[in-house]
């Protein structure tokens, strides 16, 4: 099962050295096949980003994504976008730009809009209890996506932060799962 890390300055800071520190310490333990810059009120967004691609870069097989932002994306080569659910519509844009393109989903009418659109994968949530996200959809409802969802990516993201969640996910045959505390946990 893939691992998604997405970053919160709530953990990581806006300090770049130290955002580096804890990004590359995060990236080496948990060794995620997938990693995601996400602040939605750093001022210094882009400088911050692009210590987060570099930072990607230095392993191998970690792929990189800005969030909404498709053309500093692209600018920083980073591998892809993540799309939020009411950018859905630009994943044709982004896809053109050649970058791979995950776009948050939170129903099923979303996640088959995104797979028609051409996105790589979703996020799918939440799953598990998250604070100020509503209530969670659980496994059953997961499964159920993964059924009826052929042939796109689902990454489960929402309250995934124990080990016996992840094993729970595992055996939904889910892609991957997506999370900023599991990740974070170890600090």
Known sequence: MKKYLITSREFYTDTPAVFRSILHQQ???YLPEYALYRDKSNPNYDIQASHFVECCKGF???KSFIHQDIDLAKELDATGVHLTSTQIDLVKVAKSKNLEVIVSTHNKDEVLKAKSLGADAVTYSPIFETPNKGK???IENLKD???ECKDID???LGGVVTKEQIQMLEDTGVYGFASIRYF???L
Do not use: M
């Open 145 to 147: 996506i993964i059924l």
């Open 60 to 62: 191998e097989d970690i």
């Open 27 to 29: 990236l080496q333990e």
């Open 136 to 138: 969670p959809k659980g």
């Open 184 to 186: 974070y946990n170890s």
């Open 154 to 156: 689902i990454f489960a």
